[in-house]
């Protein structure tokens, strides 16, 4: 079994600092069901990699009374595949990393990083699909190569194996939480009895992440072995951590935004120009990725063109409140026939987002931190795909122009950056050539000659 973490950014040893493995060095550690060892199959400045080996021993455990899934007798898939075995190893050996602690360099530990995680095989009950799923929505990028069951008889068909890649830019921590949970997941097995401790470990792990993940309930109840009193702690828990109601905080917030903004009428500036863009590509159907409250789907239903109008979001409340603002229940059939809403995470692979000609991203990419966006980038760009995109951003140089938002402030308390000019140019650029688009640049509303206008727009098109 199989476990190898790559650090690419340089000084890419400073991965050893992190695990608190010196590069130079074979570690080994004794587990209660074998052996672990740490090694180095490289050390450079630019590229660092650890593995982390286990060797299982089976016999060992039969003999002392542990009976493994399916096959309990001395051959089985146990030592050769990642299972509930890593997890224990990660906690165990990779202690320090996982609870992001460091003495010698603590700055490294609230960096995130461009790290990727390589497991030689991992068994995936529901396919390279749940995998996706699973890994997806946290920001990773995954490659998953599958294994049949026999490679001379490819008639027997695809084994439950994978070999997988995950990459991403994170914390340490955030990754080795992640594999902590998801690995055991992704078996559906457990080499050690589920009890009231295993909650305490869920939610311990999956702080920060878990109760947003739209896989929150299959994560839960795979992880704590359908014990429906564990699960229904565990969830209850989980909902129990949102102390504010999280739709009805971002509207609140929402609305201090457009007071610091109201004196440009800037948000009716942001939805001319968006219409504006979408029009001129001579779209029939428009997607709107984070439609909010529907004030921009009522602008575009103004106009006869666009036959197909679809507004999603991930709040239930915000869709509620755009189906408030339309009026669909009021209107005539061919005008509610155009118009559809429903629920969705953008950081989140679905298919009935594919096929449109346009879809507009109106103020959403700075409430999503560097995971997220990058889970974003694929599902916008590789997956939805739509022939253009128009995606605007606020531009961070132009708050020294809005009175009363202290220095240095975000415009939005729930943003997770703002960025000047030149990164967001950077971001789309980046994003335009992995994707194959070209980008385009527009200025909306009133332009200062120091620092430019208060809102940036990119317009992609392939």
Not at 201 to 213: C, D
Not at 444 to 456: I, K, L, R, Y
Request: charged share 30%; proline share 6%.
């Amino acid at each position: 079994m199989l476990l190898t973490l790559t650090l690419t950014r340089p000084p890419a040893t400073d991965l050893g600092h992190l695990l608190h493995k010196h590069p130079e060095r074979l570690q080994s550690f004794s587990l209660p069901f074998g052996q672990a060892h740490v090694f180095y199959p490289e050390a450079s400045e630019e590229q660092c990699t650890a593995a982390l080996m286990l060797e299982v021993d089976p016999v060992g455990l039969i003999r002392r009374g542990v009976r493994f899934p399916r096959l309990d007798q001395y051959v089985n898939d146990r030592p050769y595949v990642a299972s509930s075995f890593l997890s224990v190893a990660i906690a165990r050996v990779y202690n320090t990393a996982l609870g992001g602690r460091s003495k010698e360099r603590p700055e490294l530990v609230e960096q995130p990083l461009p790290l990727r995680a390589r497991i030689a095989a991992l068994p995936c009950a529901g396919g390279e699909g749940l995998l996706r799923r699973l890994f997806e929505p946290l920001g990773y990028g995954v490659h998953a190569v599958d294994h049949p069951l026999d490679e001379q008889f490819p008639e027997w068909g695809e084994s439950r194996y994978f070999t997988v890649e995950l990459e991403g830019e994170l914390r340490l921590r955030e990754l080795l939480a992640h594999l902590y949970v998801l690995v055991p997941v992704l078996d559906a097995e457990k080499h050690y009895w589920v009890g009231e401790d295993e909650v305490e470990k869920l939610l311990r792990r999956g702080e920060g992440w878990l109760a947003a993940h739209p896989e929150r309930e299959l994560i839960v109840n795979r992880y704590l072995k359908y014990r429906r009193s564990l699960t229904s702690e565990a969830l209850a828990k989980l909902l129990e951590d949102e102390e504010v109601d999280p739709d009805r905080e971002l509207e609140t917030r929402a609305a201090e935004e457009e007071a610091v903004e109201e004196p440009l009428r800037l948000n009716e500036k942001r939805l001319g120009a968006v219409v504006s863009v979408l029009k001129a590509r001579g779209a029939k159907r428009v997607l709107d990725l984070g439609c909010g409250s529907g004030k921009l789907v009522q602008a575009l239903m103004k106009e006869a063109q666009f036959a197909e109008i679809v507004g999603v979001d991930i709040s239930h409340r915000a869709l509620e409140s755009a189906e408030s603002r339309l009026k669909l229940e009021r209107l005539a059939p061919r005008q509610r026939e155009r118009v559809r809403l429903f629920q969705t995470a953008l950081t989140y692979r679905d298919k009935r987002l594919a096929g449109f000609d346009v879809a507009a991203v109106v103020e959403v990419i700075e409430h999503l931190d560097r995971p997220r966006l990058q889970a974003f980038e694929r599902v916008v760009f590789e997956h939805a795909r739509p022939g253009a995109v128009a995606l605007t951003t606020p531009n961070r140089e132009y708050n020294v122009r809005f009175e009363g938002l202290p220095a240095g402030s975000f415009r939005h308390r729930d943003h997770r950056f703002e960025w000047k000019r030149r990164e967001f140019e950077d971001w789309a650029g980046e994003v335009a050539g992995r994707f194959g688009y070209g980008v385009r640049f527009l200025p909306v509303g009133p332009e200062d000659p120091e620092v430019g206008a208060p809102t940036q727009m990119a317009v992609f098109e392939r």
